[in-house]
């Protein structure tokens, strides 16, 4: 696994095209412990011999991560489906994720996307690092990237952290990301909030799985007799298969997320259904099987490595 990010790479679900669009690739910030203070410490290490490169350097005992955004071509309509942390944006209480200067545009234009081709943003949550290509800068004002796109937000996140709704939130690192990352798509008009369940056509519909955040969701993906579900960080990391009470140091909610993390790795494990997290490296999407109290990692998606 190389610093920074890989080409797109692509593959097909039935009628439905996937298209992997990565803003980063490299060391992840913060130990094990940090991120993971459920975990058994032991687990990267026991686990070296499939976690390294991808998602573990064990020669540093330090994590790997990426930032995925995922372009889908369904029933003749562009979806991209989580937007990274964006360029240029202040990020004092995120360091990481601070005045990234990154080739994300020309990543989408790689695969013949300009950013006017987008029809549909969807955030699977509102943290720092699933809406930060929502906007650009031009000039002073932060403007949608995607300017004939509806963005399709889950409504109990945007009132979460809407500091004006929600003076509690946004809590340690999500600082500054309404006003220049949501704020600005608000005001254009281009925002549908939703609750519960939203189809979007034939083969994709949005599903509340509240816990990660207020408003985590998953977008199922159901064609030619296949299926996926796109889980956002309700699933972070591999351990959390394994153990699927782990929680992320990010999870707003404890037991909810815990509760959702089993029904959505319970329902991939027995309908077979591809499971893309927003943040595994390597090939980025994997099936699941039952494996004791938890499940493990039955096989991985024909997406190119980096
Ligand atoms: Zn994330």
């Known amino acids: ?30 130990t094990p412990g940090i991120l993971f203070p459920d975990a058994e410490p032991s687990y990267w290490s026991d686990n070296a011999d499939w976690l390294d490169p991808a998602f573990y350097d064990a020669a540093s005992g330090t994590l790997r991560t990426v930032l995925n955004s995922w372009l889908i071509r369904s029933q003749g309509r562009l979806i991209l489906l989580d937007t990274g942390a964006g360029n240029g944006k202040e990020r004092p209480y995120a360091p990481v994720y601070a005045h990234f200067d990154n080739p994300y545009l020309d990543q989408l234009a790689a695969v013949g996307v300009a950013a006017e081709d987008i029809d549909v943003v969807i955030n699977t949550h509102l943290h720092v690092d699933h809406v930060g290509w ?56 281009l925002v549908r909030q939703w609750r519960d369940t939203l189809r979007l056509d034939e083969s994709l519909v949005l599903e509340a799985q509240p816990g990660h955040t207020p408003g985590s969701s998953v977008l199922r993906v159901e064609s030619g007799g296949t299926g996926a579900l796109f889980v956002g960080d309700i699933l972070h990391s591999p351990v959390q298969v394994a153990a699927p009470d782990v929680n992320s140091c990010w999870c707003e909610d404890p037991p909810r997320a815990r509760s959702a993390r089993r029904r959505v790795l319970g329902e991939a494990a027995e309908r077979r259904l591809l499971v893309f997290p927003g943040h595994f490296g390597g090939h980025s999407a994997c099936t699941v099987r039952a494996q004791g109290d938890g499940f493990a990692v039955d096989g991985w998606a024909d997406l190119g490595l980096i």
Do not use: C, H, K
């Open 134 to 189: 929502n906007t650009r800068i031009e000039g002073r004002s932060w403007v949608p990237t995607f300017p004939r796109a509806t963005y399709l937000m889950p409504a109990a996140d945007v009132s979460f952290w809407n500091p004006l709704e929600n003076p509690r939130a946004p809590g340690d690192g999500n600082q500054n990301v309404f006003e220049d990352s949501v704020r600005p798509v608000l005001d254009a008009g």
């Open 1 to 30: 696994m190389t610093e920074g990010f890989g080409p797109p790479s692509t593959i097909r679900l039935g009628d439905v095209e996937i298209t992997r669009i990565q803003e980063y690739a490299g060391p992840s910030t913060g």
